[in-house]
């Protein structure tokens, strides 16, 4: 199809749907800088959160529900309904409820923005970029704070787990054809995921990345990538060591890392795994203790979505979650034929799946742009079965 008739399909998309796609940006970057508004964070949140509720009953109205949609939709109520009945017994935190619902609702949201024809490549370049820049001012929010507590002499920790907001807009890339923002805005995500120290997030950044550069190495402009493959490389490989000669604190946490150093999360995983194991009755062991159950039990979360899920929700609860990945990877397998929709969605699982292993993810607001990523995916596939341009410029 003619970049001609691209326009005119986009210009032909419902001005409702782009009306749903700004609020649903404006709600994600609002959070971002959530401290320049005299309002608390919890008004993005739950802005999202109603407009995901709009997109799923638009979905219900006019589109089948996909695996993935399923599956992440079982898991939520899963959360709701124990998060109600947990009350019963004690008082859970609703914030962390609401991360749920705000990390993971989003996908039917983004779905039916996508398959309406609201999301572009100018649009997500466009978010891609307010995104890094609101980003900037998030993780130098947190920094400023964990300077304050330094002084203090209240904690020598200065990981910077605002970070993240990089490491989850990496796949957003994957829609860039701007070469030049490709190049610059990589360097920019690199910079402050290893400036952050936070080993995990370096850790997952490494395979999206290496993803990117095979993709664009896949398509036709086969010299042109071998050119951005040499200057991201070399521009992400200065950087790197130049940040991580003048950070002490990253050093050390590196050398601690391959000394064997976890920071104590070996023995936190080997606790609420006993925890569960040793429960009382068997009800503990399927249903497990309720919302909020390591912190109850242990003290602490347990830092391992799969553990966290187990303490909380026992086996029910790990399978409702390992169905939302499996789902996932069948929807990768499906489309090895379209590279853009196969790389970029192999890229959010192995960023979701890694973050799961070792942080928190699904009680993670920030990883509403993941499920973002997910949505507007799995609604670019809608359109290729449909017969539709995959993605206008």
Same mark, same amino acid.
């Given at each position: 199809?003619?970049?001609?008739?691209?326009?005119?399909?986009?210009?032909?998309?419902?001005?409702?749907?782009?009306?749903?796609?700004?609020?649903?940006?404006?709600?994600?970057?609002?959070?971002?800088?959530?401290?320049?508004?005299?309002?608390?964070?919890?008004?993005?949140?739950?802005?999202?959160?109603?407009?995901?509720?709009?997109?799923?009953?638009?979905?219900?109205?006019?589109?089948?529900?996909?695996?993935?949609?399923?599956?992440?939709?079982?898991?939520?109520?899963?959360?709701?309904?124990?998060?109600?009945?947990?009350?019963?017994?004690?008082?859970?935190?609703?914030?962390?409820?609401?991360?749920?619902?705000?990390?993971?609702?989003?996908?039917?949201?983004?779905?039916?923005?996508?398959?309406?024809?609201?999301?572009?490549?100018?649009?997500?370049?466009?978010?891609?970029?307010?995104?890094?820049?609101?980003?900037?001012?998030?993780?130098?929010?947190?920094?400023?704070?964990?300077?304050?507590?330094?002084?203090? %002499?209240?904690?020598? +920790?200065? &990981?910077? *787990?605002?970070?993240? #907001?990089?490491?989850?807009?990496?796949? $957003?890339?994957?829609? !860039?054809?701007?070469?030049?923002?490709?190049?610059?805005?990589?360097?920019?995500?690199?910079?402050?995921?290893?400036?952050?120290?936070?080993?995990?997030?370096?850790?997952?950044?490494?395979?999206?990345?290496?993803?990117?550069?095979?993709?664009?190495?896949?398509?036709?402009?086969?010299?042109?990538?071998?050119?951005?493959?040499?200057?991201?490389?070399?521009?992400?490989?200065?950087?790197?060591?130049?940040?991580?000669?003048?950070?002490?604190?990253?050093?050390?946490?590196?050398?601690?890392?391959?000394?064997?150093?976890?920071?104590?999360?070996?023995?936190?995983?080997?606790?609420?795994?006993?925890?569960?194991?040793?429960?009382?009755?068997?009800?503990?062991?399927?249903? %497990?203790?309720?919302? +909020?159950? &390591?912190? *109850?039990?242990?003290? #602490?979360?347990?830092?391992?979505?799969? $553990?966290?899920?187990? !303490?909380?929700?026992?086996?029910?609860?790990?399978?409702?979650?390992?169905?939302?990945?499996?789902?996932?990877?069948?929807?990768?397998?499906?489309?090895?034929?379209?590279?853009?929709?196969?790389?970029?969605?192999?890229?959010?699982?192995?960023?979701?799946?890694?973050?799961?292993?070792?942080?928190?993810?699904?009680?993670?607001?920030?990883?509403?742009?993941?499920?973002?990523?997910?949505?507007?995916?799995?609604?670019?596939?809608?359109?290729?079965?449909?017969?539709?341009?995959?993605?206008?410029?």
């Amino acid at each position: 199809m003619s970049h001609n008739n691209h326009s005119l399909e986009y210009y032909k998309t419902p001005s409702k749907y782009l009306i749903l796609r700004n609020f649903a940006f404006f709600c994600m970057l609002g959070f971002l800088v959530y401290h320049w508004f005299p309002f608390p964070p919890i008004v993005w949140r739950l802005g999202l959160v109603c407009l995901s509720f709009i997109g799923i009953l638009i979905h219900l109205t006019k589109f089948k529900l996909t695996a993935v949609e399923r599956s992440m939709l079982l898991f939520v109520a899963l959360n709701v309904i124990y998060f109600l009945f947990s009350f019963t017994w004690q008082k859970p935190e609703s914030t962390n409820f609401g991360n749920v619902l705000c990390s993971m609702l989003p996908i039917p949201l983004f779905f039916v923005i996508t398959a309406n024809g609201a999301i572009t490549r100018r649009s997500l370049t466009i978010f891609l970029i307010l995104s890094c820049i609101a980003g900037y001012f998030y993780f130098y929010h947190e920094e400023s704070i964990l300077f304050e507590v330094a002084l203090s %002499g209240e904690s020598g +920790d200065f &990981t910077i *787990n605002n970070s993240t #907001i990089f490491l989850v807009i990496i796949p $957003l890339l994957f829609f !860039v054809r701007n070469k030049w923002i490709t190049i610059g805005v990589s360097v920019i995500i690199i910079f402050f995921i290893i400036y952050g120290a936070k080993r995990g997030n370096i850790i997952s950044a490494m395979l999206p990345f290496y993803l990117l550069v095979r993709m664009n190495m896949k398509s036709k402009q086969s010299f042109l990538s071998e050119v951005l493959l040499i200057i991201v490389v070399t521009a992400i490989s200065y950087f790197a060591y130049y940040t991580m000669m003048n950070s002490d604190y990253l050093v050390s946490r590196i050398a601690k890392t391959l000394e064997g150093d976890t920071s104590n999360r070996d023995i936190l995983y080997a606790t609420a795994f006993s925890t569960w194991l040793n429960a009382e009755n068997l009800h503990n062991i399927i249903f %497990g203790f309720g919302t +909020d159950g &390591t912190t *109850n039990l242990i003290g #602490i979360r347990a830092h391992n979505d799969w $553990l966290e899920i187990l !303490v909380d929700f026992g086996i029910l609860g790990i399978f409702a979650y390992l169905l939302f990945h499996v789902s996932i990877i069948r929807t990768i397998l499906k489309n090895k034929h379209n590279p853009l929709l196969y790389y970029t969605l192999l890229a959010v699982f192995f960023i979701w799946f890694s973050k799961s292993l070792y942080s928190m993810g699904f009680t993670n607001n920030i990883f509403s742009f993941l499920s973002m990523e997910i949505g507007i995916v799995l609604g670019l596939e809608y359109r290729d079965k449909q017969g539709l341009s995959i993605l206008s410029d």
